[in-house]
């Protein structure tokens, strides 16, 4: 239970409590579990304070000095901590979710175990200090969190589960807001994201934002205009071998064609009863696909297995150029 003395105090505002806080600097003011949701508290002096299970949710403490808190399992869900100095603060286990922490300091901060879902972090600053294992950053919720232009400053970030984060905040804002300058900010985050977590070796993390980076540049050329045919062949890029970050698409795609255009023929040639083995339309497919139909071909009567010949090697040729262009892209073009 809270010293209800020192809460009676910090209800005469926050001028006073900042007033008895510089009078009184050897107190450390004992807040636990009090119920302080909802409350006006900008710029207030809270550092040293003992907040253990405080309830502070939506209450206004932008520009608080909260250095060296004890702010283990507080309640902090929707509160205002822009500006906010959080430096050795211990907020493990706190809930955090859909906090604003813009531009707050966090280092040395002890976020373990911190339910960070939804919460704004956008240009917070963190060090080789601050303690994230085990943070959860959310995962298929309405709100996820916001990280564009974080300064990370080495602060280890393998310790996270990343697996569960489908998508950044600063995404879920540009679908809402539908601006070329949100998107261009979600495409930021994602691509600034990506390169910490490879830097750290978390190369399979990495890729998915990598991945979410190029999806999100779609985005921006379907809004630009006369780019149309670039967002076309961005479409396609995906479709084929999500951007080579996702292999197994190529991979399917190449066996349905092979195995589409083999049937084509194989029922051409049956209906003109002149079977042949599939095994032998599946050679013939797989040549006109790889030789892009220059192969084999000994007179063109315009035939309808010329006309598939010719189709299905301007889609080889098509397919392989893509993925030559998608690969080259992802692993020398970072």
């Known amino acids: 239970m809270p010293n209800q003395q020192h809460v009676d105090i910090l209800k005469r505002g926050v001028d006073i409590w900042n007033k008895w806080r510089q009078d009184h600097p050897t107190i450390e003011p004992d807040l636990r579990q009090a119920s302080l949701q909802h409350g006006k508290y900008r710029g207030i002096n809270l550092r040293n304070a003992k907040l253990i299970k405080a309830h502070l949710a939506s209450a206004d403490l932008q520009g608080a000095d909260l250095t060296n808190a004890d702010l283990q399992d507080a309640d902090l869900t ?36 911190a339910n960070l879902q939804g919460a704004d972090l956008r240009e917070t600053l963190l060090d080789d200090r601050t303690k994230l294992d085990g943070a959860h950053l959310g995962g298929g919720g309405t709100s996820e969190i916001s990280l564009v232009d974080i300064r990370w400053r080495n602060a280890n970030i393998a310790v996270i589960d990343w697996q569960g984060l489908k998508m950044l905040g600063d995404e879920q804002r540009a679908r809402q807001e539908g601006t070329q300058n949100a998107y261009k900010i979600a495409l930021r985050a994602n691509r600034q994201l990506a390169l910490v977590l490879r830097e750290q070796g978390l190369g399979e993390e990495a890729d998915f934002f990598a991945y979410r980076a190029q999806v999100i540049r779609r985005a921006i050329l379907k809004l ?31 066996v349905i064609s092979i195995f589409a255009f083999a049937l084509a023929y194989f029922f051409f040639d049956f209906f003109t009863h002149q079977p042949k083995n599939f095994a032998i339309e599946l050679l013939i497919s797989l040549n006109n696909f790889h030789s892009h139909g220059l192969f084999l071909v000994q007179e063109i009567t315009g035939s309808l297995p010329d006309v598939l010949g010719t189709l299905e090697g301007i889609v080889g040729l098509l397919i392989e150029a893509s993925l030559i262009a998608t690969f080259t892209q992802r692993y020398f073009g970072r």
């Not at 922490?101 to 280092?107: D, G, S």
């Open 224 to 254: 630009r205009k006369r780019t149309f045919h670039q967002y076309l062949f961005s479409w396609f890029l995906n479709l084929l071998a999500g951007y080579g970050y996702k292999p197994i698409r190529s991979l399917i795609f190449y």
């Open 78 to 113: 929707a509160t205002k901590l822009t500006y906010a100095t959080l430096e050795n603060t211990h907020l493990a286990r706190a809930q955090l979710n859909k906090a604003d922490l813009r531009e707050a300091r966090l280092e040395g901060a002890n976020l373990s175990k």
